[in-house]
C-alpha cells in the first residue's frame, strides 16, 4: 500500500510563491507517474481535476499545465520518497485544493490535498 500525505498549502497573496511536498510512504520502487492535480472553483464538477504538473516515465518526462509553465517546478527527491511542487508568481486562479498521485506498477494512490488560497 501507499499512503500520500500533502502539506505546504497556504493563503498568499498574488505574486507570492509556495512549496507543496507530497510525502511517499513505502517504497518508491515501482512508480512510474509523479504527479499534482488541482481540483479548485474552476473545475466546476466533483470529479474534475487539472492536472498541474507529472514526472512521467520514470522521471524521464516532465508535464505541465498551459498555466502554469514557466512559473511551477515538478521534482522529486526518491531517498526521501517526496515530491515537490514549486510555486511562482501565484495569481488567484491558482486556487484550490492540490493532490498528489501517483501511478506504481499499475496501481493509481491519491492523497487527501492541501488547500491553496491566493488572494489580490
Known amino acids: 500500500q501507499v499512503q500520500l500525505v500533502e502539506s505546504g498549502g497556504a493563503v498568499v497573496q498574488a505574486g507570492e510563491s509556495l512549496k507543496l511536498t507530497c510525502a511517499i510512504s513505502g517504497t518508491s520502487y515501482g512508480i512510474n507517474t509523479m504527479s499534482w492535480f488541482r481540483q479548485g472553483p474552476r473545475e466546476q464538477h466533483e470529479d474534475q481535476r487539472y492536472?498541474?504538473?507529472?514526472?512521467?516515465?520514470?522521471?524521464?518526462?516532465?508535464y505541465y499545465g498551459d498555466s502554469v509553465k514557466g512559473r511551477f517546478t515538478i521534482s522529486a527527491n526518491t531517498t526521501k520518497n517526496e515530491v515537490y511542487l514549486n510555486m511562482a508568481r501565484l495569481t488567484p486562479d491558482d486556487t484550490g485544493v492540490y493532490r498528489c498521485?501517483?501511478?506504481?506498477?499499475?496501481?493509481?494512490?491519491w492523497g487527501q490535498g492541501t488547500q491553496v488560497t491566493v488572494s489580490e
Open positions: 492536472l498541474v504538473a507529472a514526472l512521467e516515465d520514470f522521471g524521464k518526462k516532465t
Open positions: 498521485y501517483v501511478r506504481k506498477w499499475y496501481s493509481d494512490y
